[in-house]
């Protein structure tokens, strides 16, 4: 079992930057592969971003390559997305999740986090 809790989003203008964190508890944490979903209003949640268990290969949805990225930290328990350039479209309740697959977490994750809401003001 993984328990997952975000921090990190708030208000921003567009082009700023946001850091979003997600602290995990459980064992075995090093053994996960961890991704970030959001979700706008009025749509479906959406794959961000993920990395697999040693932190060595990170994906990304191509509307935020070159903009986001996500790292992690097997020692603390954490994971990260620092988001730059932020435009209004990234508007949106932003989830941390982990499953021990790396496709399985850009797809259907096992666990959830309760989401933190980024703003992005045009």
């Known amino acids: 079992q993984v328990q997952l809790v975000e921090s990190g989003g708030g208000l921003v203008q567009a082009g700023g930057s946001l850091r979003l964190s997600c602290a995990a508890s459980?064992?075995?944490?090093?053994?996960?592969?961890m991704g970030w979903f959001r979700q706008a209003p009025g749509k479906e949640r959406e794959f961000v971003a993920a990395i697999n268990w040693s932190g060595g290969n990170t994906y990304y949805v191509d509307s935020v390559k070159g903009r986001f990225t996500m790292s992690r930290d097997n020692a603390k328990n954490t994971v990260s997305l620092q988001m730059d350039s932020l435009k209004p479209e990234d508007t949106a309740v932003y989830y941390c999740?982990?499953?021990?697959?790396?496709?399985?977490?850009?797809?259907?994750?096992?666990?959830w986090g309760r989401g933190t809401q980024v703003t992005v003001s045009s």
């Open positions: 999740v982990a499953d021990l697959d790396i496709v399985e977490v850009t797809v259907t994750p096992d666990y």
């Open positions: 459980g064992r075995f944490f090093s053994s996960y592969a």
